[in-house]
């Protein structure tokens, strides 16, 4: 995979259009340096989708292995009613 393109905030900001359209036409993805570190990245859709579909996979592993855990231990659960009455008092 290519490294990101580095444009300074500078430029960045005076051309965002032909930013966005490398991003979104050109498939480029955008790395804005200030004082030369890269502070921000402009990127096409379908890196951010899948960037998504990556956390969201990795969130659901977290969730299985914490209900595993969970039934693992034999603690009861608590009632939604119950959490939400005890935060309420707080």
């Given at each position: 995979?290519?490294?990101?393109t580095p444009?300074t905030?500078?430029?960045?900001?005076q051309?965002?259009a032909?930013?966005?359209?490398?991003?979104?036409?050109?498939?480029e993805?955008?790395?804005?340096?200030?004082?030369?570190?890269?502070?921000?990245?402009v990127?096409?859709?379908?890196?951010?989708v899948?960037?998504?579909?990556?956390?969201d996979?990795?969130?659901?592993?977290?969730l299985?292995?914490?209900?595993?855990?969970?039934?693992?231990?034999g603690?009861?659960?608590?009632?939604?009613?119950?959490?939400?009455?005890s935060?309420?008092?707080?």
């Open positions: 995979m290519p490294e990101p444009l905030s500078r430029s960045a900001r051309n965002f032909e930013m966005l359209n490398r991003a979104a036409f050109a498939k993805r955008v790395a804005i340096h200030r004082h030369g570190k890269p502070i921000a990245y990127i096409p859709v379908e890196d951010a899948l960037l998504e579909s990556l956390e996979a990795e969130d659901l592993k977290a299985r292995a914490a209900k595993k855990e969970f039934e693992a231990s603690e009861a659960a608590i009632p939604w009613h119950k959490v939400r009455s935060l309420r008092s707080k």
